[in-house]
Nanobody
Framework: QVQLVESGGGLVQAGGSLRLSCAAS????????MGWFRQTPGKEREFVAT????????YYADSVKGRFTISRDNGKNMLYLQMNSLKPEDTAVYYC??????????????????WGQGTQVTVSS
């Protein structure tokens, strides 16, 4: 069983930055493909970014490309999401996700088995 715990959310003004962290336990992080998703009330969970087992491959949603950076430290069992140039439309609960077995580039929530509890990010205008 894999446990994921996000941290680093908060309130920030538009144009500001936040760094989200996700601590993984129960499995060596290098065994897992990791991703970030976000969700606002009444909407489906939305893909943000994903990173391969080694960290050599990343993929982003068009809405965050060039502003967000996903990274991982397998030695520390940590996943990160650096968010720059934040916009009010980035306001959401952000979730860390993981899975052991992935084919291709996993961008759907159904492609991840393990989820954290989420951390709120609020961007004020």
């Amino acid at each position: 069983q894999v446990q994921l715990v996000e941290s680093g959310g908060g309130l920030v003004q538009a144009g500001g930055s936040l760094r989200l962290s996700c601590a993984a336990s129960g499995r060596t992080l290098s065994d897992l493909v990791m991703g970030w998703f976000r969700q606002t009330p009444g909407k489906e969970r939305e893909f943000v970014a994903t990173i391969s087992w080694s960290g050599g491959g990343t993929y982003y949603a068009d809405s965050v490309k060039g502003r967000f950076t996903i990274s991982r430290d397998n030695g520390k069992n940590m996943l990160y999401l650096q968010m720059n140039s934040l916009k009010p439309e980035d306001t959401a609960v952000y979730y860390c996700a993981a899975d052991l077995y992935v084919v291709g580039t996993p961008v759907k929530p159904t492609e991840y088995k393990y989820w954290g509890q989420g951390t709120q990010v609020t961007v004020s205008s």
